[in-house]
């Protein structure tokens, strides 16, 4: 039998009221939380440790599997997000820790990594490029948290990213290294560290930058007649992915740079229909009502 007093209430005039069970009162407090919303979460922190692994491998020189471990973190960043929203568990905790997750995956491992690789050969500007880089992710998922909450967004802007998102911005910032140990086998001299400099700011630029990129949100509805195709392109991808990684992986990044000039395009068409849409909802009179 517990001993621990009962709590009493007391009323704004001090009258006593009822008295309330102490444990009884303390255990409301705990209350269980469904797998649909710890399920993304437990994703979220298994792309942050595989970011965070991705750092020791990169200070111990082993940099492929660096890569595989930044790569493996945007996949499952990928995926959190999507399934979040498949089992409506999405949280603003979620949504917090993933972006905490995000600048560690994306932002602090990658720069360490180009610079443990190469850029450290020119010290100053190498460290200056890796810093660069990572405040340019974290004010992008930054401008991202603001962004989501505007409620006066159109409806086609969820077809586009404002800036390069910070997973692609991870995955094209290490073009140099794919190139290097793809069969390509770009030499690292200290000619070529100055251009993955400039590459590397450039790639920062982006991510800061408000050039819009398709954000392939809608990939994730397929027709059911493409089903079998794309089941089977996806398998297809994920085959090579794991046979030739870096071959792939500079495939992939030069696909997607190759594809900014027509998210750009793109954009603008949907930003000048809303215009002219707009303009003639203004310009149309509104129709005569009448009086019975």
């Given at each position: 039998?517990?001993?621990e007093?009962?709590?009493v209430?007391?009323?704004?005039?001090?009258?006593?009221l009822?008295a309330?069970p102490a444990i009884?009162?303390?255990?409301?407090r705990?209350?269980r939380?469904p797998?649909?919303i710890v399920?993304?979460?437990?994703?979220?922190l298994?792309?942050?440790?595989?970011g965070?692994?991705?750092i020791?491998?990169?200070?111990?020189?082993?940099?492929?599997?660096?890569?595989?471990?930044?790569v493996a973190?945007?996949?499952?960043?990928?995926?959190?997000?999507?399934?979040?929203r498949?089992l409506d568990?999405?949280?603003?905790?979620?949504?917090?820790l993933?972006?905490?997750a995000?600048?560690?995956?994306f932002?602090?491992a990658p720069g360490?990594?180009?610079?443990?690789?190469?850029l450290?050969?020119?010290?100053?500007f190498?460290?200056?490029a890796?810093?660069?880089f990572?405040?340019a992710?974290?004010?992008?998922?930054?401008?991202?948290?603001?962004?989501?909450?505007?409620?006066?967004k159109?409806?086609?802007?969820?077809?586009?990213?404002v800036?390069?998102?910070?997973?692609a911005?991870?995955?094209v910032?290490m073009?140099p290294i794919?190139?290097?140990?793809?069969?390509?086998g770009?030499?690292s001299?200290h000619?070529?560290?100055?251009?993955?400099?400039a590459y590397?700011l450039l790639?920062a630029?982006?991510m800061?930058?408000?050039?819009?990129?398709?954000s392939?949100k809608?990939?994730?509805?397929?027709?059911r007649?493409y089903f079998?195709?794309?089941?089977?392109?996806?398998a297809?991808?994920i085959?090579?992915?794991a046979?030739?990684p870096?071959e792939?992986?500079v495939a992939l990044?030069?696909?997607?740079?190759?594809l900014i000039?027509f998210s750009?395009?793109?954009?603008?068409a949907y930003?000048?229909?809303g215009?002219?849409?707009?303009a003639a909802?203004v310009?149309?009179?509104p129709a005569?009502?009448?009086?019975?």
């Amino acid at each position: 039998m517990s001993t621990e007093p009962d709590e009493v209430e007391i009323d704004g005039a001090g009258h006593t009221l009822a008295a309330a069970p102490a444990i009884g009162r303390r255990r409301k407090r705990f209350s269980r939380l469904p797998m649909r919303i710890v399920l993304p979460n437990l994703v979220t922190l298994l792309a942050l440790c595989l970011g965070l692994t991705s750092i020791r491998f990169a200070a111990e020189g082993r940099f492929e599997t660096a890569v595989v471990f930044i790569v493996a973190a945007a996949i499952l960043d990928g995926l959190d997000g999507r399934l979040a929203r498949a089992l409506d568990g999405s949280t603003r905790f979620g949504a917090e820790l993933d972006s905490l997750a995000d600048f560690v995956d994306f932002g602090v491992a990658p720069g360490l990594l180009l610079y443990f690789w190469s850029l450290s050969e020119i010290k100053s500007f190498g460290w200056f490029a890796a810093m660069v880089f990572a405040i340019a992710c974290a004010l992008r998922l930054a401008r991202f948290n603001v962004m989501i909450d505007d409620p006066d967004k159109p409806a086609w802007n969820a077809h586009f990213f404002v800036g390069m998102p910070a997973p692609a911005g991870a995955i094209v910032s290490m073009l140099p290294i794919y190139l290097h140990y793809s069969v390509a086998g770009l030499p690292s001299t200290h000619l070529l560290v100055a251009v993955e400099i400039a590459y590397v700011l450039l790639v920062a630029f982006l991510m800061v930058s408000r050039i819009p990129h398709f954000s392939g949100k809608q990939i994730g509805r397929v027709p059911r007649e493409y089903f079998i195709p794309v089941l089977f392109g996806v398998a297809a991808l994920i085959l090579l992915l794991a046979t030739f990684p870096m071959e792939v992986l500079v495939a992939l990044s030069l696909a997607y740079l190759g594809l900014i000039p027509f998210s750009y395009r793109s954009y603008q068409a949907y930003q000048r229909a809303g215009e002219a849409e707009a303009a003639a909802a203004v310009a149309t009179p509104p129709a005569p009502t009448f009086q019975g």
